[in-house]
Nanobody, 123 residues
């Protein structure tokens, strides 16, 4: 399984971006997918996850109501729509696959990672 993120960039505060996590080498709907981010000088943190077992989702408190995770199995892609972006959302965003299918927000559950895409929120 290989994962490739795209959709990052520079956006003004209050703007929106949609990140994509495209998979190759495996059928993505067999895996839970998590989005994580790492800001300069900070630990990597879970942002949002989606289960393949029951469709449940997880959002970090800091992004609830602003970010939406979704999956398009036909496109073998998971998306993260980010609205009302804030400067503190600036980070490298990674998607990762959890073979258990549950999508818990713990890094150790994820064994396949993409290279990351930079999101910068600045005026």
């Amino acid at each position: 399984l290989q994962l490739v993120e795209s959709g990052g960039g520079l956006v003004q505060p209050g703007g929106s971006l949609r990140l994509s996590c495209a998979a190759s080498g495996a059928i993505l709907d067999y895996y839970a997918i998590g989005w994580f981010r790492q800001a300069p000088g900070k630990e990597r943190e879970a942002v949002s996850c989606i289960s393949s077992n029951d469709g449940s989702t997880y959002y970090a408190d800091s992004v609830k109501g602003r970010f939406t995770i979704s999956r398009d199995n036909a496109q073998n892609t998971v998306y993260l729509k980010m609205n009302r972006l804030k400067p503190e959302d600036t980070a490298v965003y990674y998607c990762a696959a959890d073979h258990t299918g549950w999508g818990a927000p713990w890094e150790y559950e994820y064994s396949d990672w993409g290279q990351g895409t930079q999101v910068t929120v600045s005026s």
